[in-house]
């Protein structure tokens, strides 16, 4: 069990100290919900939540192997629903990992971006497009 501490400080913000490191993070509302976007908002954390867990799983994943994932990038996309009740409608991943991941390891390193934990926690009516580019 990992113990976080957040602390509303007003104006729609809050920081959060991750205990065992007491590495802090501070969240804003978004512009589009009464706030100011001045940092990541709650549903940013979990796209951005998503997108790390994909890297790391990945990671893991060529590591078993003796492989490094290198510098591997994801950019994503949040969409949120544009009717009641608000909540994330997708979330959309592109994908840039190295040319030189060898081809008969590519297709257990694509199965793991669904097997991250924070994918398999994430609401089913929540589109995950992914597109991956290898250069």
Known sequence: MVTQHILYQGDLRCLATHAPSAATLATDAPKDNHGRGESFSPTDLLATALATC????MAISLKKHGMD???????????MTTTPPRRI???SLELTLPASI????RPPLEASIHACPVHRSLHPDIQTPVTIKYE
Do not use: Y
């Open 54 to 57: 994909i890297l790391t799983t």
């Open 69 to 79: 994932l290198g510098e591997a990038k994801c950019t994503i996309h949040k969409s």
């Open 89 to 91: 409608a997708s979330l």
């Open 102 to 105: 060898p081809q008969d390891r």
